[in-house]
């Protein structure tokens, strides 16, 4: 499988703040990039999603903004919550080019939203 | 939405036993599952390609006949770990893309089972 690097590993931030967690892939077939979030013991549920025809998609407190030439894409949190505290992990798969759907992950990132 | 669903929630068994974790679309037919594998605080790994009625496409590294997976209707797959030992003992999640899903589009992720082997 092809790597997704993500950074960083963990992160705090103080509530109402702004969460930025980063990923680079290598592969230019990966055409579909998801951002999943996971509770502990619970299965990962889809955020937010992106394909690389758009630089930019927001949905509520949460931007994916995507940088092709640099093949980075990263996750944005807006007014960050207590709630919002789980890992993670951003993804990317090449559905349209005959990759079958299948996603490979970046490493997680746990943030914790403190009070 | 679209559900997924896994079974059991947890599992313990012995070492040398063998577990079956079953994963059910609840209200869409998948021709095709996936199954991972996740250690504690790490990533989330792809296993296997579950495939309706043909053999399932197993990951390099992975061992066919110490995960055994059958894809026996459009709801339901199955994964058997054979012959459990404690280095198996993970965090198994299985999804689904719903049907009609072109490009990755949305899966559907199932709760996880965790597996302990004693």
């Known amino acids: 499988q092809q790597q997704v690097k993500q950074s960083p590993q963990s992160l705090i931030v103080q509530k109402g703040g702004i969460s930025i967690i980063n990923c680079a892939y290598e592969?230019?077939?990966?055409?579909?990039f998801p951002w999943y979030q996971q509770f502990p013991g619970k299965g990962p549920a889809l955020l937010i999603a992106?394909?690389?025809?758009?630089s930019e998609k927001k949905e509520g407190r949460f931007t994916i903004s995507f940088n092709k030439s640099a093949k980075q894409f990263s996750l944005h949190i807006m007014d960050s919550q207590p709630g919002d505290s789980a890992t993670y992990f951003c993804?990317?798969?090449?559905?349209?080019?005959?990759?079958?759907?299948?996603?490979?992950f970046g490493t997680g990132t746990q943030l914790k939203v403190e009070l | 939405g679209a559900v997924v669903s896994q079974h059991p929630s947890w599992v313990i068994c012995k070492s040398g036993t063998s577990v079956k974790i079953e994963c059910r679309s609840l209200?869409?037919?998948?021709?095709?599952m996936f199954w991972y594998r996740q250690f504690p605080k790490q990533s989330l790994m792809l296993m296997a390609t579950?495939?309706?009625?043909?053999?399932?496409?197993?990951e390099q590294g992975v061992e066919k006949d110490k995960f055994l997976i059958n894809h026996a209707s459009l709801t339901l797959s199955t994964l058997t770990v054979t012959s459990a030992h404690p280095e198996d003992s993970s965090f198994y999640i299985c999804?689904?893309?719903?049907?009609?899903?072109?490009?990755?589009?949305?899966?559907?992720f199932g709760p996880g089972t965790r597996l302990t082997v004693l």
């Open positions: 992106i394909r690389p025809d758009v």
């Open positions: 993804a990317a798969s090449r559905g349209l080019t005959g990759g079958g759907n299948k996603l490979t």
């Open positions: 579950s495939n309706e009625g043909s053999k399932a496409t197993y």
């Open positions: 592969n230019t077939a990966f055409d579909y």
């Open positions: 209200d869409f037919q998948a021709t095709t």
């Open positions: 999804s689904a893309p719903p049907p009609g899903t072109v490009g990755g589009d949305t899966q559907y």
